[in-house]
């Protein structure tokens, strides 16, 4: 299982009751913070997200409505005694701010903090279970978008094919990691006649502020689920231009050129207090669509 | 008049519902904000505060229960183009985070922001209405309070006396601003005998995160009403000292050193859920005390 809970959907004005961005990435363990704009941990509280159970963060740029809400959340390990170690991926400016911030309180983080400061396109993370990759997208200053990738899941044993070809089970797990059987007479069968693919790996994108910019559809080919921002209306393009960000329009047009599975729509501008307008311009483009809400889960396939 | 509106009432760790700590305080015309935790702007929006009111804006403290929130403040002014002038009073290693965040934004404050260091006791800033002063507290890292006076206001001119006295309106201003008045004979008529004095100025003191330390009762001598910080109950009063904080009881000692009108009590530690109890122990002490609530406003006098 691979979904995305939204902690705050508005650009960086707060206004309608909607906060600046932060969404928590799931693999069904472990937690991922993907940015933390400000009052994140109390959106936290609100949608009962267990705070200690992230271990990866993840700012995609330097703009405060993405992090202005991490060095509280980081003071707030603190106070509750967090010991496991927790690991920050963001901008390399964002660690001197944080230095001057803990010394300016005579302070220190009391847990581990691997400061992971972004460079390069490429893998960030992986574990048996997920790849987590930064790709970049066009903003004013350096902005990153990140890819989860569930890992390729072992192919399942076929129980018929099994019993027929006379497969013991204490093969099955030699089976599962894809080796072939040699039956008694000294046949080699191949693999693929004794399995079945296991379940599909998902995959979600996020694609921070950023232009339309279509070579973000090649980093996020083919993904189940994409977000995209999409400050304004396309009536708006100029000025989301001028911005550096990108209308409904533009956000399903590269959801279309991905081939991707669903697209969420997110970072309104807070001169729009109704969201639905922004499904309705990118269906035409991308039925598959959906507004972020905040507190709403969305599952990646 | 002279007022101030909670917006934060807890300590660091936020729980309850319960935000850190940040002030609105009100001369009847102009806001002043004292102290901005994670979220200020947000209870901004949720109590109607007009944010674009405040001119003047006091940090007692860099631990980042007390400014988390400003950073967000500064920059949503920029948002919705402000262009008037904001006077910043901070401890002085408060400027270079804020430069630094700008720095990493690529963006810079489009409204005139004077930074005011803060580095001794006295007045930092004065007109025909308030005066507002800083006086040291005592905490794990330099910690400022804050007093609030209404200037001295005109006596009122009492009409029968001045009647009797044969004085002419037109002389009224001055009898005002404190004149005696010649008679038609050549008497000089002392102003108090025909005028009364002018409504009581008013006062109020925030008094910050603290031990108990009794100077700051002569700092806020026979002010009219007080907010003392009071983090923990008298029992866990080892607590309060190892971590620089106060108690209820402390609190109220204060109070009452001061000889002070009323008592506000605020900074609750996340471990108390219910507030009452604060009240209760204080009031053995100190009986005009009250319970910050978030949104309430309390008058001076």
Redo the contacts between chains.
């Keep these: 299982m691979l979904a995305v809970t939204i902690l705050g959907n508005n650009s ?4 309608h009751e909607r ?2 961005t932060a969404q928590v990435v799931t693999d069904g363990e472990r937690l991922f913070l993907v940015d933390c704009g ?2 994140t ?2 959106q936290m ?1 609100r949608y009962k997200i267990r705070r200690s159970r992230i271990g990866h963060i993840f700012i995609s740029h ?4 993405h992090y ?2 991490l ?2 959340l980081l ?2 390990y603190n ?2 005694g967090r010991t496991e170690p927790l690991h920050l991926y963001a ?1 390399p ?2 660690q ?2 944080l230095d ?2 803990m ?4 302070s220190d983080f009391a847990f581990p903090l691997h400061f992971h400061p972004l460079a390069e396109a490429g893998i960030l993370f992986q574990d048996t279970r997920i790849t987590v990759s930064a790709f970049r997208v066009r903003h ?2 350096p902005c990153w978008g990140f890819l989860f990738r569930e890992q390729a899941k072992p192919r399942k044993v076929d129980p018929d094919k099994a019993f027929e070809a006379g497969v013991p089970p204490e093969f099955f797990p030699s089976l599962k990691a894809g080796e072939d059987f040699i039956d008694s007479s000294g046949h080699r069968i191949a693999n693929e006649l004794l399995t079945r693919p296991g379940p599909r790996a998902r995959s979600y994108a996020y694609c921070a502020d950023t232009l339309y910019h279509e070579p973000i559809a090649y980093h996020v080919q083919g993904v189940d689920l994409v977000y995209h921002e999409a400050t304004y209306l396309d009536d708006q393009r100029q000025k989301a231009a001028a911005r550096h960000h990108s209308t409904a329009l533009q956000a399903a047009r590269i959801a279309r050129l991905a081939g991707a599975g669903r697209l969420l729509l997110g970072h309104f501008s807070s001169r729009y207090e109704e969201l639905d307008v922004f499904r309705e311009e990118a269906s035409a483009e991308f039925p598959q669509v959906e507004v972020c809400r905040e507190g709403a889960t969305y599952l990646a396939g």
């Design positions: 960086a004005l707060p206004m906060h600046p400000e009052g941990q109390i509280i330097l703009h405060g409505d202005y809400g060095i509280g003071n707030s106070l509750s901008p400016e964002l001197p701010i001057l911030q010394e300016a309180a005579a004013g200053i």
